[in-house]
T-cell receptor, first 112, second 110 residues
Framework: NAGVTQTPKFQVLKTGQSMTLQCAQDMNHNSMYWYRQDPGMGLRLIYY???????DKGEVPNGYNVSRLNKREFSLRLESAAPSQTSVYFC???????????FGQGTRLTVV | KQEVTQIPAALSVPEGENLVLNCSFTDSAIYNLQWFRQDPGKGLTSLLLIQSSQREQTSGRLNASLDKSSGRSTLYIAASQPGDSATYLC?????????FGKGTSLLVTP
C-alpha cells in the first residue's frame, strides 16, 4: 500500500519558471490537501479539495493553482515561481473530517 | 483563527525517561486533534488521533489526552528511546484545515 505519493521529491527552479507538483493517493480518500512547511512558520494550508470536483483556498493560496484531476490525484501548479515559494510542500489526504490525515514524503522546492 | 502552541520548543532527555509534550489551542470547536512525528527531511507520520468527544488515546508507549474545554492536549511518551528522537507536531482540525503547532524537537540521548 503506497499511501500518498508525491513527485518530484526535489526540484530547483529559476524565478519565473512554472512547474506542477503531483500527488496521488491509493486509499480511496475523499479529501486532499496541499501544505507548505517553512522554518519558524510551521505547516500552512495552501489549497484543499474536500471531494472530487471541488477545490478551495487555504491560508496561503496566492501564487498557486490546483487541479483535482480525479479522486486519486491532486496537483499543485506554480505559474511563475518566486523565491518566496522556496519551501517543502506536502500533500495529505483523508476519508472525511473525522478520520486521520496521511501525508506524503514531501517535495523540496528551491526557487533561485 | 485557530492558534496552536506547543511547549517546549525543544527537549533533551536521557534514555528511559518518561516525558510529556504539551499542545494548546485557542478555539475549542474542533473535530479532532492529531499528533504526528517528523524525522529530519521526511514526511509526517501519524501517531494518534483523538476525536473531540474522547479524553485519551493510547498506542504502545504513547498516550495522548485531550481537554477540549481548556484547549489542551498532552502527548506522554513512556520509557523514551533514542529512536524516539524527532520533531513532534500537534494539529487541530477546525473545519477542513488542520492547524499545526510549530512542534517540539525531542532528543533522547543514550
Amino acid at each position: 500500500n503506497a499511501g500518498v505519493t508525491q513527485t518530484p521529491k526535489f526540484q530547483v527552479l529559476k524565478t519565473g519558471q512554472s512547474m506542477t507538483l503531483q500527488c496521488a493517493q491509493d486509499m480511496n480518500h475523499n479529501s486532499m490537501y496541499w501544505y507548505r512547511q517553512d522554518p519558524g512558520m510551521g505547516l500552512r494550508l495552501i489549497y484543499y479539495s474536500a471531494s472530487e470536483g471541488t477545490t478551495d483556498k487555504g491560508e496561503v493560496p496566492n501564487g498557486y493553482n490546483v487541479s483535482r484531476l480525479n479522486k486519486r490525484e491532486f496537483s499543485l501548479r506554480l505559474e511563475s515561481a518566486a523565491p518566496s515559494q522556496t519551501s517543502v510542500y506536502f500533500c495529505a489526504s483523508h476519508i472525511n473530517l473525522n478520520t486521520e490525515a496521511f501525508f506524503g514524503q514531501g517535495t523540496r522546492l528551491t526557487v533561485v | 483563527k485557530q492558534e496552536v502552541t506547543q511547549i517546549p520548543a525543544a527537549l533533551s532527555v536521557p534514555e528511559g525517561e518518561n516525558l510529556v509534550l504539551n499542545c494548546s489551542f485557542t478555539d475549542s470547536a474542533i473535530y479532532n486533534l492529531q499528533w504526528f512525528r517528523q524525522d529530519p527531511g521526511k514526511g509526517l507520520t501519524s501517531l494518534l488521533l483523538i476525536q473531540s468527544s474522547q479524553r485519551e488515546q493510547t498506542s504502545g508507549r504513547l498516550n495522548a489526552s485531550l481537554d477540549k474545554s481548556s484547549g489542551r492536549s498532552t502527548l506522554y511518551i513512556a520509557a523514551s528511546q533514542p529512536g524516539d528522537s524527532a520533531t513532534y507536531l500537534c494539529a487541530v482540525r477546525h473545519g477542513y484545515a488542520l492547524n499545526f503547532g510549530k512542534g517540539t524537537s525531542l532528543l533522547v540521548t543514550p
